[in-house]
């Protein structure tokens, strides 16, 4: 990070240099070409043992310095320390810009004073650019003139106790996201990730590798049909669409870029390709492969318009002084230069802006593209071959690597980008013949060192910019024994080709006698695997007797094997994959095997399962490899030629690389690739592409009474559904345990499963006083409601939190509500006690009472007598 920080810092000072002068030779030399000196400290208060960044120039530009070529300044830099003593640092070497820099931590506390100081030359023009002589060089005129030594005005930077802040870094989501990802969130690099397809997905002695997460639940983000698919008509019973399988294939994701999949038309006509959203399955663009810039339009024999068909992705990622950063394209390498369908190697491809599908250049004489395929740290698209110009008994071979990025930038320089611009020129046809970065000698690379020169090596693994391994297996047989050898190159500049060791060794003898281990021209004797560097091993396997063996890189004894037989449905292909140390098995046979790579010892074994009776022939269900990534395996059960109706046992199934466990599986027949922590494949059994991973969740919460009493119980309740852009948004989030039949359910017109179980939901509060106090958990049920009963414990108003905290299949929400809880009625208070009262009196007084109302009474009924 220091460094990338360090570099944008002086290439954006040393940009602002003097452009030299247009200048022709001149009689004398000049012998004083004044120069000033600068240097800048940043930051200018940095705390001790922190990091502080000198950069330095002057205000020449080397002359006669073009790319990696011509002359540099040299400077060194005093450093003055608070208590007076002196630091020289350096010599560096400046860029072709003239500036260069370093990284200081200071140890002492108080202020600190740099002086940068150019160390003068004499301009000679070395080293020179391929093809020049001195007197044609750029800046030929300033050849044998001198710069001679200047010092900077010093600069100054105070160090103190306390460590400067460094930048708060982003968290990395939990949850569901999308592209782009601000530039600010720089940790997020980790979780990102591409399927460019081919070599792109090679890493180290693992192919089919998948950078960044990866899902670890069978939840459908979203599908989409890809053709028409699924069983057909009554009238032909239980009969699917046709599948595409067989020699053809009805296609599905083929590269992922930047949040996008790109997949062939493969259904006639085949022609064009769509691209569509990764997180939605929206579809953006589609590209005509028809169109009239290729002059032969005409499809094949099944309406096949290969013109434009992509073959794979790119992200070059461009570092100059002038630019920095990547650039997305798309090729596609099967056609020829008059734009018609061709078999590989062709002799023309075509590059494509990923973002917007349109057509910007191609590259001719791609013939010469042949050879192992890699990409190159930068991104390049590389071809690494071994060449012989001489003959068997006089060999001359050549390294060479064919380079997309050198053929585009060296075959039109006039107009395109040469050492600090990249400018693919639109609709322009480069010239592939000058593609090759490298082409060495190395006529030595036949045979060890000391040995007879008579097998001819072939490149076995190559680890770009660092070295490339070549050799062969030998041979063990009733012919006799021919010594294997396998030799390490140098790849680093200026020391290509430079061997770096070599080993002999003596292969497994061949179980079969000859010439029966050479039936119809195929060898079934051990044949040489894969070459791991990484784990130091190399690896033989026999197709006939299912046995692997292990051999030591450095010193080419045998370590471990013959192993046990594998299955034997396993004679029709012993896969294989290496990853963190394991080699693993798979094939016909069904069995996952995974041995440690430098025992031989098997760790673990996974068993596909034989699902439903008369479902398959095959013992368990055929296993491929889709990817591997984020410590797991993600396997699919594939076949050349599926009857119809196709069996029902084909899955896809996530196994942890470390412990063999099934994490889980889905109803899913095709292979799967992965980008962003999302899976996406199509399938036989719909014709449709399926998206799996994490999506979006919604929580709502609400409690009644709104207002209650203290003391009265409230009713909390809400949801928790899926909010993924598929057929599942607005449904119930169900448990990670449950996700198989829940989406096959949803997705696959299975029947519901009953038992299915909901999230749990965690309930909080703020009450009256502020207080953050728990509440409870709550789990939903399979129809996304929860619910729990509360009861406040003081007056006042309570926010209420439901959170949903997420799982491996859906990211995490929470909502909020509130209430009131109002302080009870008072209760009436009770009357005080009263003395009794006095019986005689009371009598007494209810006899006059008496009296009383008799004489009225009478009186009242003589009154009313005539």
């Known amino acids: 990070m220091a460094t990338a920080i360090a570099l944008f810092l002086m290439l954006t000072i040393t940009a602002t240099l003097v452009v030299l002068p247009v200048a022709n030779a001149h009689t004398p030399k000049w012998t004083n ?6 240097v800048a400290a940043a930051p200018d208060t940095i705390g001790v043992n922190q990091e502080v960044l000198f950069v330095f120039w002057i205000d020449w ?52 004073t740099v002086q940068a100081k150019f160390l003068g030359r004499t301009i000679d023009g070395l080293p020179l650019y391929p093809g020049q002589t001195i007197n044609t060089i750029s800046g030929a005129a300033y050849v044998n003139d001198t710069f001679p030594a200047s010092t900077s005005v010093p600069a100054t930077f105070t160090v103190q106790q306390e460590p400067l802040p460094k930048w708060q870094e982003t968290p990395l989501p939990e949850g569901y996201w999308t592209r782009p990802v601000h530039g600010v969130n720089r940790d997020w690099w980790s979780i990102l990730g591409n399927w460019l397809g081919g070599a792109a997905q090679t890493n180290g002695p693992t192919t089919s590798f998948g950078y960044g997460l990866a899902p670890e639940s069978a939840h459908i983000l979203w599908t989409k049909p890809l053709w028409e698919g699924g069983i057909m008509d009554a009238r032909f019973g239980n009969i699917g669409y046709y599948t595409g399988l067989s020699y053809e294939g009805l296609g599905g994701p083929d590269i992922i870029l930047n949040g996008r999949i790109y997949y062939n038309v493969m259904a006639p006509p085949r022609y064009g390709w769509w691209c569509i959203d990764l997180y939605t399955g929206e579809k953006l663009f589609f ?6 810039w290729a002059t032969n339009r005409g499809g094949d024999g099944s309406g096949m318009y290969a013109v434009g068909q992509l073959s794979f992705g790119q992200i070059l990622n461009y570092e100059s002084p002038n630019q920095h950063g990547g650039l997305p394209y798309l090729w596609a390498t099967n056609v020829d230069a008059n734009g018609a369908s061709m078999s590989t190697p062709s002799n023309q491809w075509y590059m494509y802006d990923a973002f917007t599908g349109n057509y910007i250049c191609s590259i001719n004489n791609t013939n010469l593209a042949t050879g192992t395929a890699v990409y190159g740290k930068d991104g390049s698209i590389l071809r690494y071959q071994l060449v012989n110009f001489g003959t068997t008994a006089a060999p001359n071979y050549y390294l060479r690597v ?3 990025t050198q053929a585009i930038l060296d075959s039109h320089p006039e107009i395109s980008n040469w050492y600090w611009r990249w400018r693919p020129f639109l609709n322009y046809t480069h010239d592939g013949r000058l593609g090759f970065s490298l082409n060495v000698s190395i006529s030595s690379i036949l045979g060890p060192r000391n040995a007879v020169v008579n097998q001819t090596g072939t490149i076995q693994e190559v680890r770009a910019d660092e070295f490339i391994i070549v050799g062969t297996a030998g041979q063990n047989d009733d012919r006799g024994v021919v010594q294997g050898y396998l030799r390490a190159l140098s790849l680093k500049s200026g020391e290509q080709g430079r061997t770096l060791w070599d080993i002999t060794f003596t292969p497994p003898k061949a179980t079969d006698p000859y010439p029966n281990s050479t039936y119809l021209g195929q060898s079934s004797a051990p044949a040489l695997g894969t070459v791991d560097p990484e784990d130091g091993v190399f690896l033989f396997e026999e197709r006939i007797t299912r046995k692997r063996w292990g051999y030591s890189l450095s010193t ?21 994959n290496i990853y963190q140390g394991k080699l693993f098995s798979f094939g016909y046979a069904g069995v996952l ?18 699902e439903g009776l008369g479902e398959t022939w095959y013992t368990h269900s055929p296993l491929s490899l889709a990817c591997i990534a984020d410590g797991k395996l ?9 009857t119809m109706p196709l069996r029902r046992d084909a899955h896809t199934w996530c196994v942890d690389a470390e412990t063999g466990k099934l994490l889980w599986k889905i109803q899913h027949w095709g292979a799967v690739k992965l980008a962003d922590g999302y899976l996406v494949g199509s399938s036989l059994f719909d014709n449709q592409i399926y998206c799996y991973g994490k999506g979006p969740s919604a929580t709502t919460v609400t409690a009644s009474p709104k207002v209650s009493v203290n003391g009265d119980g409230v009713m909390i309740e809400g949801t928790v559904t899926d909010q993924s852009p598929g057929k599942g948004k607005g449904t119930p989030a169900i448990s990670d345990a449950d996700q198989e039949a829940w989406m096959e359910y949803l997705f696959q017109q299975q029947a519901i499963p009953t038992n299915a179980r909901g999230v749990e939901v965690t309930l909080d509060t703020i009450d009256p006083n502020g207080n953050f106090v728990h509440i409870g958990t709550a789990t939903s049920d399979i129809s996304g409601l929860y619910s729990y009963m509360f009861t406040p414990e003081v007056p006042g108003k309570y926010t209420i939190i439901a959170t949903f905290a997420g799982s491996a299949a859906y990211g995490s929400s929470y909502a909020e509500t509130a209430i009131g809880v109002s302080e009870a009625p008072l209760t009436p208070a009770a009357p005080e006690p009263q003395a009794a009262p006095d019986n005689t009196l009371t009598i007494i007084s209810t006899g006059i009472a008496i009296i009383i109302a008799v004489a009225l009474a009478t009186l009242l009924i003589l009154r009313k007598k005539p």
């Open 402 to 404: 064919w380079n997309t």
């Open 556 to 576: 080419g004894q045998q370590l471990w094997g013959p192993t046990a037989s594998e299955e034997q449905f396993n004679y029709y292909g012993m896969s294989d």
């Open 593 to 610: 095997l995974a041995y440690n790579i430098t025992t031989g010892k098997i760790l673990w074994n996974w068993t596909a399962p034989s």
């Open 33 to 38: 070409i004044p120069s000033y000196c600068y």
């Open 634 to 642: 993600y396997m699919y059960t594939t076949e050349h030629s599926p």
């Open 287 to 292: 590209v005509n492969t028809t169109g009239s």
């Open 61 to 112: 530009i080397p002359p006669t310095a073009v790319g990696a070529y011509g002359n540099r300044w040299t400077f060194t830099v005093e450093v003055t320390k608070p208590d007076g003593t002196k630091e020289t640092l350096g010599p560096f070497t400046s860029d072709p810009v003239g500036g260069s820099w370093t990284l200081y931590a200071p140890t002492q506390l108080g202020t600190y």
